[in-house]
T-cell receptor, first 112, second 115 residues
Framework: DTGVSQDPRHKITKRGQNVTFRCDPISEHNRLYWYRQTLGQGPEFLTYFQNEAQLEKSRLLSDRFSAERPKGSFSTLEIQRTEQGDSAMYLC??????????FGSGTRLTVV | AQSVTQLGSHVSVSEGALVLLRCNYSSSVPPYLFWYVQYPNQGLQLLLKYTSAATLVKGINGFEAEFKKSETSFHLTKPSAHMSDAAEYFCAVSVLTGANSKLTFGKGITLSVRP
């Protein structure tokens, strides 16, 4: 069990650019979640996958955000035309059905 | 839908004093409840969880929490604070099976420990 890994750890981008983050879950976990956390707030749910199927997306999620989990293993989260308000920590978590959630250390995005 | 409320954003205690962090939940179905801790620039670490077994749950680092259905509460306590307990603490609620299995977090409470 190597844990949930996220790449990159930090990303600085100019407003209007596209960014993509990667999450590698614990290998036997079939569920994968993306959260966003801003300063002073709890993690906010963005979307989740069961295997390769995206089962839920937050209503708060802009159309500029898209996530994929093409083979039911790793996942990517893309943000198009980034805005300063997108600056946040993006957390990935994985779990087996009914099991404990494991969180990655996150990707900190700064949009300048 | 589920939600949690963590009243107050900051709690400060003296080293050796009781720690009490409050969490109230709302859920249309029997909930599963969690406390997570987050140290600066790190991910979330599970302290403890309630999944409908014993109402008093013991976790890591000497923390425990009691599920009180009548009060819709799941407050986190520790008898004696250590300096190393200074961190941000999040209460979360979920149902662990079915389509709606995501964790919903509160806003978090920052715990400071004074020497």
């Amino acid at each position: 069990d190597t844990g949930v890994s996220q790449d990159p750890r930090h990303k600085i981008t100019k407003r209007g650019q596209n960014v993509t983050f990667r999450c590698d879950p614990i290998s036997e976990h079939n569920r994968l979640y993306w959260y966003r956390q801003t300063l002073g707030q709890g993690p906010e749910f963005l979307t989740y996958f069961q295997n390769e199927a995206q089962l839920e997306k937050s209503r708060l999620l802009s159309d500029r955000f898209s996530a994929e989990r093409p083979k039911g293993s790793f996942s990517t989260l893309e943000i198009q035309r980034t805005e300063q308000g997108d600056s946040a920590m993006y957390l990935c978590a994985s779990s087996a059905t009914g099991g404990k959630f494991a969180f990655g250390s996150g990707t900190r995005l700064t949009v300048v | 839908a589920q939600s949690v409320t963590q009243l107050g954003s900051h709690v400060s205690v003296s080293e050796g004093a009781l720690v009490l962090l409050r969490c109230n939940y709302s859920s249309s179905v029997p909930p599963y409840l969690f406390w997570y801790v987050q140290y600066p620039n790190q991910g979330l670490q599970l302290l403890l969880k309630y999944t409908s077994a014993a109402t008093l749950v013991k976790g890591i680092n000497g923390f425990e929490a009691e599920f009180k259905k009548s009060e819709t509460s799941f407050h986190l306590t520790k008898p004696s604070a250590h300096m190393s307990d200074a961190a941000e603490y999040f209460c979360a609620v979920s149902v662990l099976t079915g389509a709606n299995s995501k964790l919903t977090f509160g806003k978090g409470i920052t715990l400071s420990v004074r020497p």
